[in-house]
């Protein structure tokens, strides 16, 4: 199956269409860093595999997740292709000719036997074999763990909902080097926007921890050079997770859970530094040879 139209990002990037001021700001930044930043390959290819999408209602005023890492990750001259794997389209046959891959965030449990995600995790470890680079956040980070050897399980403590802090080793990385000038001198410590239930509980066989919180044991991790496991989501903005909360407390979510949810989220809010930070680590990591 032919993917969705792949982006071709120009000097001038286009971003999709948002009617929340928060999410306009981050798309400004993104955009003059899209522009200006040294770290993208013209004429690369990078392939997103979407494994959901958020309420549609968000994904009219902040854009899929597919268009979320266009925001967070695209630069001039790349081509950015997405495929809807959770909504049965296929991987495609030439994944192995993108530079690296993106795997999204999604509702569903990375520990599911949904058909589509055990095809996911067969081409994971196909992707592992030839160390081709993979990013995956949240539901991404859980199935590279149960692709590579790892468990996932849910959260003894439930819902981490909201916006936390994260503590960086990059000791263990093998690109600590470049991983570590991509995050500069005073971006510790970081905050991440979070939204899961379920967490990785057991590390695969030479994969190495590189964050932590004091909600979540793993909240990164990393397996040689080529893979880099992010449970939060840095391609999030405040408004987009703000949108979200608010329909999960309508959807029935417990109040005292979404209360502390805002909570966090007021006390924690995710800059548009902080935002770029992430940005730059993660194209860091995809992009520099």
Known sequence: MAPRPSVQVPSTVTR?????ASSSRYRAAAATMASSAPGGRRGAKYCVLVA????????????????????????????????RIFDGEACPKNLEEYDA??????????????EWIMCLIDEL????????????????HQVLARSLGGKVERAARGWCLGANEVSLDLSPAPSRARLASALGADALPLRIHQIHQDEV???????????????CDCEAFVLEDHVLAIQGHPEFDDGMVEDMLELKRSAGLD???????????????????????WSRLCRAFLKTS
């Open 255 to 277: 109040a005292a859970v979404a209360d502390e949810a805002f909570r966090q989220l007021r006390d924690k809010s995710i800059d548009e530094k902080t935002f770029q930070t």
């Open 101 to 114: 891959l993106v795997v999204t965030g999604s509702k569903f449990d990375a520990w599911g036997d949904e």
């Open 125 to 140: 470890r196909r992707c592992h074999d030839r160390k081709q680079r993979v990013l995956g956040i949240c539901f991404g």
């Open 52 to 83: 959901g999408d958020p309420h549609p209602q968000v994904v009219e005023k902040h854009g899929d997740f597919a268009k979320r890492f266009e925001l967070l990750l695209a630069e001039e001259g790349e081509r950015w292709d997405s495929f």
């Open 201 to 215: 509980t057991s590390l695969p066989p030479g994969a190495a921890s590189i964050a932590s919180s004091p909600e």
């Open 16 to 20: 999709p269409k948002a009617a929340a």
